[in-house]
Nanobody, 124 residues
Framework: DVQLQASGGGTVQPGGSLRLSCAASGFTFTRYNMGWFRQAPGKEREFVARIRTNSGFSNYADAVNGRFTLSRDIAKNTVYLQMNNLRPEDTAKYYC?????????????????WGQGTQVTVSS
């Protein structure tokens, strides 16, 4: 079975850092691209970052570009979202997802599996 296990959330002060992990299992990791999305209370799920697992190429939403870095470890079937200079507006539940075969997309509708989510709270 396909499983995505997200971890690494927590509470930090503005300007702090966190690293989220998403461990994948049950499929060939490099055949599917991966992404991170977030959802704050009362808001829709929004794209954060995506990565081509075979090449490591990544790109980001404007709101996080320059502060967040997405990487992957093929040996561990894991993607990492390093989040620096966190802001209160980054507070949300963060979800990793697997995009449907052949897609490298910012649309959550084209992701077929999701992790359980991990809460990130940025507050002083």
């Amino acid at each position: 079975d396909v499983q995505l296990q997200a971890s690494g959330g927590g509470t930090v002060q503005p300007g702090g850092s966190l690293r989220l992990s998403c461990a994948a299992s049950g499929f060939t990791f490099t055949r599917y691209n991966m992404g991170w999305f977030r959802q704050a209370p009362g808001k829709e799920r929004e794209f954060v970052a995506r990565i081509r697992t075979n090449s490591g190429f990544s790109n980001y939403a404007d709101a996080v570009n320059g502060r967040f870095t997405l990487s992957r470890d093929i040996a561990k079937n894991t993607v990492y979202l390093q989040m620096n200079n966190l802001r209160p507006e980054d507070t949300a539940k963060y979800y990793c997802g697997r995009s449907r075969s052949g897609y490298f997309t910012v649309s959550s509708a084209l992701y077929d599996y999701w992790g359980q989510g991990t809460q990130v709270t940025v507050s002083s």
